[in-house]
C-alpha cells in the first residue's frame, strides 16, 4: 500500500516539474495583454513584464495613470484607454 502511494507522488512530482519546465518559445515576439495598470497588482505586472523584455499592451482607466505608466517603461510599452465596464470603451479600444 505505501508502495503504491510513493510510486503515485513520484509520479506527481514529475508530472509538476515538467509543467514547470515548459516554456513558452518567442516571447519577445508576443504581446500580453493586461488591464488594470493604472496601479496596484496590473501597473506592477505590466512594470515587471516589461523589464524581461516582452511586449506589453496596458489597459489603463484614465490618462494620468496611462502617462504615468510610460514614463516609467520602455518603447516596448503601450498603453490604451479602456474601461472594461463600459462598451463602447472596449470597442474604441480594439480598433486602437
Known amino acids: 500500500m505505501w508502495l503504491y ?3 503515485l507522488m513520484g509520479l506527481y512530482d514529475l508530472l509538476r516539474w ?3 519546465k515548459q516554456v ?4 519577445r515576439d508576443k504581446f500580453v ?3 488594470g ?3 496596484g497588482f496590473g501597473n506592477q ?5 516589461d ?4 511586449r506589453v499592451l496596458a489597459a489603463c482607466l484614465v490618462e494620468q495613470g496611462a502617462e504615468q505608466l510610460r514614463n516609467q517603461t520602455s518603447d516596448r510599452l503601450q498603453t490604451v484607454i479602456l474601461d472594461v465596464t463600459k462598451t463602447e470603451s472596449v470597442v474604441a479600444a480594439t480598433s486602437v
Open 24 to 27: 513558452v518559445s518567442h516571447l
Open 18 to 20: 515538467y509543467q514547470e
Open 45 to 49: 505586472l505590466a512594470r515587471q513584464l
Open 5 to 7: 502511494m510513493e510510486v
Open 37 to 39: 495598470c493604472d496601479s
Open 33 to 35: 495583454f493586461i488591464t
Open 51 to 54: 523589464l524581461r523584455g516582452l
